[in-house]
Structure formats: C-alpha cells, structure tokens
C-alpha cells in the first residue's frame, strides 16, 4: 500500500457525527419498549448523555432534536446547556406521525386544512432552528396509501409540491431542507416520498436550499447505496445521511454492524467526491435507537464504526486505482479497493485520537468514567424515545 495512513487519517480530524437525541431514551419494537436506568427525563439530559460520547470520541459534535419530542420552553437555555457540555443543536426534525389528524396524510392531505396544520408545524421547526442556531430542517413524511385507489397518487404529489414549497418560503437564507425518503412503513401500498428519485425531484422544484437526506435503512434489498450516493453527490443534493443498520427493514440498529463492507462503499464514494469536509454541505446523522443494548456506549460504537469505514476508505489508493480503471484491469482495481477494506484501521486511529488527547479506547474510558452508575442513581422515571409512546 503506497497510502501513508497517518497521512490518510488527517481528514478524520475535522470529521463530526452528529447524533439523535431519540437514541438516548427509551425505546423498542412495536412489541415491547425494554426500560433502562439513567435514561434521560428531558432534552437538557439527552443533551448531556450526547456530549458524553462527543467527550470519549472527539467526533459527535451536534445533537439532532426531534419535534415535539424536545420541546422546551425555553430553547436559548437548552443551547447554552449544550454549548456547556462541549456540544451543539443540530438538525431540527418534524413530526407527522402521531397525532390523529394525520391519519390520511399531512404534507399531502386532500383537506387543506389538514395541510395548513401540517406547514404550520414546519414553520414552528423552523422557528426553534432560530431558537437554536440550527441550519437543517429534516422532513420525515409519514404519508402513504395502503390501498390501490385510496387517494389519487398525482394529486397527492402537487398537494406535496405546493406544501412544501410554502414551508420553503419561510427559511432564511442560511436554511436548508433535508428532506428523506422511505420506500415503506406506515404505509404498504405506495408511499409518497418512496425513492431518492421522488426526494430529489421535489428539490429541484424547490430550489437550491432543499437536498435529499440518505437514511441507510430505508431502501429494498439489494440496493446500490453507493450508486445513490455517487448520483447525489454528482448534481450537489446530498444534504445528510440518517446512517443505521437494516437486515430485514427500517431496524434503526448500530451503522455498520450487519454490513460495514456497505459502510466502506459508501465513504469510498464520500472521499472520492471530497465530501467529508466540514464545508462539503454533507450533514453525517446518525438515525439510531437501542432497544437491547445500553444507549451511550452504543452511540460510541456507532461513531466508531463510521470512523473505521471513513479511514478504510481514506487509505484506497487513488491513483493505482485510477490507474487500473483506465487499464481496464478489472481486478487490478478491485483489489485496490479490498486492500483498503482489508486494513486494520484500529490502532492508528487510536494513534490519532491520543494526538488529539482524547482516549485511544472511547469505550472504556466512558466504562471508566463512573458516568452509567452516576445517571442510574441520579435519574428516576426516565422518558421514552417516542416510539410506540
Ligand atoms: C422512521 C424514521 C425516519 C426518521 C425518524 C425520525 O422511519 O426512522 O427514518 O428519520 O423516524
Ligand atoms: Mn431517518
Ligand atoms: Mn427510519
């Protein structure tokens, strides 16, 4: 390997993960939540519990607010709480999918009155990312049928097109949307933003302030992430990534533990695009929950998996692979790509984290820390995510 990996893994230092605070609380299937202790009782605490893993990795430096999972009161409280624990808000997230109104669509609804309702709730997300500093508004839609002929499919999408465009109208102008695709769940029959390809046309309708947010685990089998990636990045609409794991369907469990050759494929698209600059417009999210396993060490695995991935695909040899694709030499090139992946990363990231004075093991330095024990003791009736709440 002619990639020096010190060298490789400099880009690493400005690169930030930005976490949900939904994977601190509560949360479980639709079959059961499994209670855990020291969970946080309010967003303030949620907060604290990111910053941890922001502290042991040097590498999660936003926390994602859902809405209104984290109402607060008062937001400038909320932020200089973060900015106290060595963190800050990041993207603002809707929510359409728990509230009774919504059962036949939001964005997309044939009463516009139902649809007033759901733009003003985008206009109130829009005011807590004044409140906070935030730059991103993340639109999740709900919206789907279940059954052919339930709602006509092309009204549906002018219906989205113009509620979209009015909460558009209400950014400032260092705002963007991230808006995100599902190919199912709620709904079985069709979805209303299914496909990137759905995503990305209403933000070309939108304007340069809409881009389309890749969640890992809403796609079928067999999809070509990487491709979709690639393919975003070429027209400059990849706003963020939700990064997760899915096996079956949308199970929103640790990034890069079912399949982190995917993991690998996708950062190789990101660094041959230049994309993990902080300036690149790519938000990282994580979109995660953890129903079995404890939640802040879970988020330092998951931070760490996106790193390991991020270094392999740091160390491919750019040029010997250049140089194989233009020679044709089909394995040539493959092979530049299975030496990276193929690298232990381990220990020179581990190296580049005690440069930086951070712990070379983010896991056991949080065991160490007495932290888990402090929140357990401390915190009595501890909230839900907001799954199945
Ligand atoms: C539902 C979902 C989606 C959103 C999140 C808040 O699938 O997981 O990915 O981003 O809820
Ligand atoms: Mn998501
Ligand atoms: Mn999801």
Redesign the pocket.
């Known amino acids: 390997m002619t990639v020096d990996a010190q060298d490789a893994l400099q880009a690493l230092r400005g690169f930030g993960i930005e976490l949900p605070s939904w994977a601190f609380g509560n949360s479980g299937t639709r079959f059961k939540v499994f209670p855990q202790p020291g969970v946080p009782r309010d967003p303030f605490e949620k907060i604290s519990d990111a910053a941890q893993v922001n502290r042991h990795t040097g590498a999660a430096p936003r926390v994602s607010l859902?809405i209104p999972w984290d109402l607060v009161d008062d937001f400038g409280k909320l932020v200089a709480h973060a900015a106290d624990e060595g963190v800050a808000i990041g993207a603002i997230?809707s929510n359409t999918f728990q509230d009774e109104d919504y059962k036949l669509g939001s964005l997309t609804h044939a009463d516009p009155r139902v649809r007033a309702k759901a733009v003003a709730h985008h206009v109130q997300c829009i005011d807590v990312m004044r409140a906070t500093g935030s730059r991103d508004l993340?639109i999740?839609l709900p919206d789907g049928l279940n059954y052919a002929g339930q709602d006509d499919i092309r009204d549906r999408q002018e219906r989205l097109a113009d509620s979209l465009r009015e909460i558009y109208a209400a950014l400032d102008a260092e705002h963007r949307i991230l808006l995100?695709y599902?190919i199912f769940?709620p709904h079985f029959y069709t979805m209303d933003i299914p496909d990137w390809g759905t995503s990305l046309l209403h933000c070309l309708d939108l304007g340069p302030q809409a881009t389309v947010v890749l969640?890992t685990g809403?796609h079928a089998p067999s999809t070509n992430i990487e491709f979709i990636v690639a393919q975003l990045l070429r027209v400059g609409r990849l706003g963020a990534f939700?990064f997760n794991s899915r096996y079956y369907a949308?199970d929103?469990l640790i990034v890069g533990s079912a399949d982190p050759f995917q993991l690998f494929r996708i950062m190789n698209e990101i660094v041959r695009a230049d994309a993990l600059r902080p300036d690149s417009g790519v938000n990282f999210m994580l979109?995660q929950c953890h129903n079995i396993e404890e939640k802040i060490p879970a988020q330092i695995r998951s931070v760490l998996n996106v790193q390991e991935a991020t270094a392999k695909a740091l160390l491919v040899d750019r040029a010997a692979l250049r140089a194989a694709q233009q020679a044709g030499d089909v394995l040539a090139a493959h092979a530049v790509l299975m030496d990276a992946y193929n690298t232990d990363v381990r220990a020179p990231l581990a190296d580049l984290r005690e440069s930086q004075g951070l712990p070379r093991d983010p896991a056991a330095a949080y065991r160490a820390s007495g932290y888990a024990a402090k929140i357990a003791a401390e915190r009595v009736g501890g909230a839900q995510a907001g799954w199945g709440a």
């Open positions: 859902h997230n993340k999740w995100e599902k769940e969640d809403h939700d949308d929103d979109d």
